[in-house]
């Protein structure tokens, strides 16, 4: 398994020395649910610095008037090269097939990509991977495995996307509370006591599961089964921590991993409510 970084800081480079086989780069102003962001310039930036893998993430809704610059944009990743681009609308898809552009997609419609049936007709489509739910069991993961050949992604380690609306909800909620707007709250379920990170910003509001996902218990297993890449988040963990992490998963180190990210191992013995049966 190929191990991709997420990096928050500004010095991406540094990380890529300690064992990481490339790193996921969301699109400013076209992706949502990360917590930083970098334009076209920077990404042809890194592709020129390295020969480390490059991902793009372009995972917002697309409205009509959105559409040209999309297909700008999707024709200048093409030329500066990258290794695959992570999406959510069909808009993407339909872009690519039209203009005929070479460029490798990966299916990410967070926790829609949840059997290997779906990944397979966008196989057949001729998207190249698919970056699993994060909210399927360890048996289901390993199902997919066997019964798919796209190259698969999983997030390893990292703060798990929960949920996403369009409505403004933290300026709404303020608003009804006469209070002063925060863009950043923590809230907790009632019935399961679980906190939950709620971030808005000017494409909505993102709702993050408040403790760290961390599979560090089934890598083996998954490495084993022959899924092609696995993520780790740097969030919140300072510098030497984040390469700490790194060099604890090239290296597999489970004991490390745990200590410094914590067990929670999410839906992978334990079914979501929240499926199409």
Do not use: W
């Not at 800081?9 to 990360?34: F, H, M």
């Not at 610059?69 to 872009?95: H, M, P, Q, T």
């Not at 005929?100 to 489509?125: E, G, K, P, R, W």
């Amino acid at each position: 398994m190929k191990i991709l970084g997420v990096i928050r800081d500004d010095n991406y480079l540094e990380y890529l020395n300690e064992g990481l086989a490339g790193i996921i780069l969301p699109l400013k102003d076209y992706s949502v649910d990360y917590f930083k962001y970098y334009n076209l310039l920077q990404i042809e930036g890194y592709k020129k610095s390295t020969d480390k893998l490059c991902f793009v993430v372009i995972n917002k809704m697309i409205f009509n008037n959105e559409l040209d610059s999309l297909s700008k944009v999707l024709k200048e990743l093409e030329r500066i090269k990258v290794d695959g681009v992570f999406f959510y609308d069909l808009a993407i898809l339909n872009l690519v097939r039209k203009n005929h552009l070479n460029l490798n997609l990966i299916f990410n419609q967070t926790h829609m990509v949840a059997n290997s049936d779906t990944i397979n007709l966008y196989s057949s489509l001729g998207v190249k991977g698919a970056y699993l739910s994060n909210e399927i069991t360890k048996k289901e993961i390993l199902k997919i495995r066997e019964n798919t050949k796209s190259d698969l992604f999983i997030l390893l380690l990292g703060r798990a996307v929960a949920a996403m609306s369009r409505r403004n909800l933290l300026t709404s909620y303020f608003a009804n509370k006469n209070k002063e707007k925060k863009d950043t709250i923590i809230i907790k379920e009632p019935k399961s006591k679980q906190e939950f990170l709620v971030i808005e910003n000017k494409f909505g509001t993102s709702f993050f599961y408040n403790k760290i996902l961390n599979l560090s218990n089934v890598y083996k297993s998954l490495d084993d089964s022959g899924i092609n890449y696995g993520i780790i988040e740097q969030g919140n963990f300072k510098k030497c921590e984040y390469k700490e992490l790194i060099r604890a998963f090239v290296n597999f180190d489970k004991e490390k991993i745990d200590k410094l990210a914590g067990h929670n191992r999410g839906f992978l013995y334990r079914e979501t409510i929240y499926k199409v049966k």
